[in-house]
């Protein structure tokens, strides 16, 4: 249909910038980066987040019409703390319980 919004799906991966910002400065954009989150989580566009285990930075798998803006709107990329790879998908199979996520 003409004007009909297709939400896609994506794993973002993300990177810390090798000169990172002093402590309390880098504190602060991670707080800013946990609410942009959280509203996220709370619209339904993100289905899980978390840091990288073994190097700063993290995963998100997200849906969304356009994956540069909620990317370049992240408090993390804004300070240049943070970059993203982006890997859209197309739903193959999932669990029961994640249905609705992917349908909505």
């Excluded at 996220?40 to 994956?67: A, M, R, W």
Aim: overall charge negative; hydrophobic content about 30%.
């Amino acid at each position: 249909m003409k004007g009909e919004k297709t939400m896609k799906y994506y794993v973002l991966e993300g990177t810390f910038v090798k000169n990172l910002p002093d402590k309390s400065e880098l504190q602060k954009a991670i707080d800013e980066h946990l609410e942009y989150l959280k509203k996220g989580f709370n619209d339904g566009s993100i289905l899980v987040s978390g840091p990288k285990i073994e190097t700063g930075g993290g995963i998100i798998v997200v849906k969304c019409e356009d994956i540069n803006k909620f990317c370049s709107d992240d408090p993390l990329v804004k300070a240049g703390i943070q970059e993203y790879r982006i890997s859209e998908f197309k739903l193959h199979d999932c669990q029961s319980y994640l249905k609705d996520w992917f349908e909505q």
